[in-house]
């Protein structure tokens, strides 16, 4: 008898620390995410306003090999612009 309550005891702790573990797991999970979408929107807003910096340059007459020094762009993506 002493055996079955020292068996279920430890079967309710196991499950209580697996579920604690889960509920981490899914968090850092979760937090992961976030960060990898928040870094990936930051890259294309850096990267659109590169663009949109050599586009008002380009339309100034600036010439493209220029630009694309400055801007860290290259030459054809200026072209297409």
Known sequence: ?????????ISSDWIL???????????RDHNSELHYAQKQG?????LQAKRDDARNLKAL????????????????EIAGL
Not at 42 to 46: A, I, S, V
């Open 1 to 9: 008898m002493e055996a079955k309550k020292t068996l279920d005891k």
């Open 17 to 27: 620390w697996k579920r604690e573990l889960d509920r981490e797991v899914i968090e």
């Open 42 to 46: 930051l890259q294309q807003g850096t």
């Open 61 to 76: 007459g600036i010439p493209v090999q220029t630009i694309a020094q400055a801007a860290g762009l290259s030459e054809d």
